[in-house]
């Protein structure tokens, strides 16, 4: 079943909630947003506004009018820093943005009679070496994850909330694709942080897993879920899966990091990812797979 196949599935059944997506100028808002205007009315804040999005600046909250947002609508919050070492240098600001100004939307679009996904972290676990259930205990390593757990713990438990747990978003669009993708072209050799795992997960299955979501709520689990791919691969071994299905001429230079890196990030997190195959209707793309869709079959 393709992604098509699965947002399609997801809007299967009775009428379809307006979607909110706040942060949908980012690497995942965007995408999103064009995938929920594609199947039904969908929205988009970012911090300015402009090229038809509202304007929604999340350090000042009381500036949107959240009229605007009706009881059945389904609120998708991908806004935050994102950088773990941003959140840890500039502290107050990045809290500023992921915990007051995303816990205001968040508490603003409920008492509207909204419904909220929040894009929370796979960091929030901490150090996993096993597969980790989202029942598992958290333990969050570092500023960001703990910013992250803080918005969790806020609304843990609201019936109108629930929560996604991001791994590494792949795409061709992603940062890491984009230098490997650099490195081949120029002839330079990559290098590549190891050991550094997470369970990559293909940005168009995050797409459809929140589009399920959202369109299916009710049959849905409560809490969160952990959006990753089947299993945990390092920043080598995709590397190593472009150089065999993309770039045959990419070189690889392994580097392990300063051990000042893992003060924000740990060195392994593994989701068990069971959850989200069921959200799907199958499981998410592997990154050979990924790879394959975005740079093989696809127009890069």
């Not at 984009?178 to 002839?187: N, T, V």
């Not at 924000?264 to 869709?293: K, S, V």
Request: hydrophobic share 45%; aromatic share 8%; proline share 5%.
């Amino acid at each position: 079943m393709g992604v098509n196949g699965a947002m399609n599935g997801a809007m299967n059944g009775g009428a379809k909630p307006r979607i909110w997506v706040i942060g949908a100028s980012g690497y995942v808002g965007a995408r999103l947003l064009a995938a929920a205007a594609a199947h039904g009315q969908a929205f988009g804040t970012s911090s300015r506004g402009g090229n038809g999005l509202h304007a929604l600046d999340l350090q000042a909250v009381d500036d949107f009018d959240f009229g605007a947002i009706a009881a059945g609508d389904v609120v998708i919050v991908t806004a935050a820093v994102s950088s773990p070492d941003v959140c840890a240098n500039d502290h107050a600001y990045a809290h500023a943005v992921n915990v007051t100004g995303c816990g205001e939307v968040i508490a603003r679009s409920v008492s509207r009679g909204a419904r909220v996904i929040f894009l929370s972290s796979d960091v929030v676990y901490g150090p996993a070496e096993t597969p980790v259930t989202e029942e598992a205990p958290c333990h969050p390593l570092g500023v960001y994850a703990a910013m992250k757990r803080a918005v969790e713990e806020r609304f843990w438990g609201e019936a109108q909330v629930r929560i996604a747990r991001l791994s590494y978003v792949f795409s061709a669009d992603d940062k890491f694709s984009r230098y490997i993708a650099g490195c081949a072209s120029r002839g330079a050799a990559a290098e590549v942080f190891h050991p550094f795992y997470r369970n990559a997960i293909y940005r168009e299955d995050v797409i459809a897993g929140l589009l399920a979501m959202a369109h299916r709520w009710d049959s849905c689990p409560d809490g969160a879920v952990n959006f990753g791919g089947p299993v945990a691969v390092s920043r080598r071994d995709i590397a190593q899966s472009f150089q065999r299905l993309v770039f045959p001429q990419l070189k690889i230079d392994v580097v392990e990091p300063e051990p000042a890196f893992f003060n924000e990030r740990p060195r392994h997190i593994h989701l068990d990812t069971h959850r989200l195959t069921t959200i799907l209707g199958r499981a998410p793309l592997n990154i050979d797979q990924a790879i394959a869709a975005d740079f093989v079959n696809g127009d890069h």
